[in-house]
């Protein structure tokens, strides 16, 4: 794991996240439990789960990041679409199993339920998932990795320390490809190859109202979780 503080200054800068911390079920410390974030990120700021804040990560992080708790819900939420994605580090079992259930009764589900409407990325922590070794009840085990396959897909995606870089990297790749490409003529068509990329920004494909859309491409969304907006 990556020390969040030996990030490059002059690395550049291209995305803004929101970093969501939940007390996981493990007890963990701060610094046990956040994620470092690569250079290709800029520096994040921060919501805190209640029971995180209870448990004194508050002060643990205020002095460094910019800390956002449960009494900041609502003018958190105003300037949620100022964030590139929301990362979910450290993830707990009850606001995985909220998100699933669609439930906004906790700070982080807000949050959570709020940035999906957005359709931007958002980057669930992989290691809140329990093992095959783990003591927690089988049935229970079960349950919360059913919840998690509702949730992944489209704009919902796992992550580690390992993988961060590249799903960050493959995101920018395929807004900066959408953004150069040009319609020409009246209509066009998309492919698969468009619902590929979209699937790589974890956003919906956005495409012009008279577009043509290939049952390929249907075909390719609908197992991908890919959003299709025409308009």
Known sequence: MINMNSVQEHAPVVLTPL????????????????????????????????????????RHLAGD????????????????????LLIVNPLSLN?????????????P?????????????????????PEDSTAMNPHLVRIYRQHWQTVTGGSVSGFNSENLAEK????????????GQQI????????RDDVIAASDSLEPLRVPFNAVITDIAREEAAARGVVIVQG
């Open 19 to 58: 970093l969501l911390c939940c007390l996981p079920e493990t007890d963990q410390q701060p610094y046990q439990a956040l994620t470092s974030l690569p250079p290709i990120f800029s520096r994040p700021e921060i919501a805190l789960s209640h029971s995180a804040q209870q448990r004194g990560w508050l």
């Open 65 to 84: 990041y910019p800390v956002y708790c449960q009494p900041d819900c609502e003018r958190l939420v105003l300037k949620l679409k100022t964030y590139d």
């Open 95 to 107: 606001t995985l199993a909220k998100f699933a259930l669609g439930l906004r009764d906790s700070f």
């Open 109 to 129: 589900a807000e949050l959570l339920w709020q940035f999906s409407q957005l359709g931007r990325p958002i980057l669930l922590a992989e290691d809140a998932l």
């Open 168 to 179: 960050a990297a493959r995101m920018i790749r395929a807004r900066s490809a959408a953004k």
């Open 184 to 191: 020409v003529g009246a209509r066009i068509f998309i492919t």
